[in-house]
């Protein structure tokens, strides 16, 4: 103020580039902290996704499971599950919706969780993929493609049955690599 007083063009201009200063000063402290807790949700984002993936396969009599995830970006909508149904039977679930991000990797934590309720309830391959379609289809405001592939093995029989929404078709590898 004393500036202002006694030099009233310099004082004003002085005043006016603190002011300014602090302003930007305030401002880029403000977009640090929404950085650094933009971070923070991408990191809890990231860790959230991984800990709805099976950790640890289920131990099943005459196969091995053997899985590999990695997200294009930091997260993403693809999935996996392996849903023990009983002692001879295994569910095997993969599933990639459309797009990347948050939006595709919460629609893939719901598609997840419908899954395994469905699997739970009836099995088969006709029913969980047919019940998923419609879960899905009910909810317009998704607006988001999912390829998807859903099967059974019996290890008694040792066959595997499925239905395939769309996804990459199912290989066999043998013992001997063929």
């Known amino acids: 103020l004393a500036l202002l007083v006694a030099f009233p063009s310099r004082g004003l201009m002085?005043?006016?580039?603190?002011?300014?200063?602090?302003?930007?000063?305030?401002?880029?402290?403000?977009?640090?902290?929404?950085?650094?807790?933009a971070s923070r949700e991408r990191v809890e984002a990231q860790a959230i996704q991984r800990a709805l993936l099976p950790a640890v396969l289920p131990g099943f009599i005459g196969c091995e499971l053997a899985v590999r995830w990695q997200p294009a970006s930091a997260f993403g909508g693809d999935c996996y599950d392996a849903i023990r149904l009983s002692d001879t039977t295994l569910a095997l679930s993969i599933a990639d919706v459309c797009g990347k991000?948050?939006?595709?990797?919460?629609?893939?934590?719901t598609l997840q969780a419908s899954v395994r309720a469905f699997a739970l309830t009836d099995s088969t391959p006709r029913s969980v993929v047919s019940q998923l379609n419609q879960a899905l289809c009910r909810n317009v405001d998704l607006r988001r493609f999912v390829t998807f592939f859903y099967g059974v093995y019996d290890s008694t029989t040792r066959c595997l049955t499925y239905s395939n929404a769309g996804h990459n078709p199912p290989a066999i590898v043998r013992a001997d690599g063929s």
């Open 14 to 37: 002085v005043f006016a580039c603190t002011t300014l200063a602090f302003a930007a000063a305030e401002r880029w402290q403000s977009r640090r902290q929404s950085d650094a807790l």
């Open 101 to 109: 991000g948050l939006p595709a990797a919460l629609v893939m934590s």
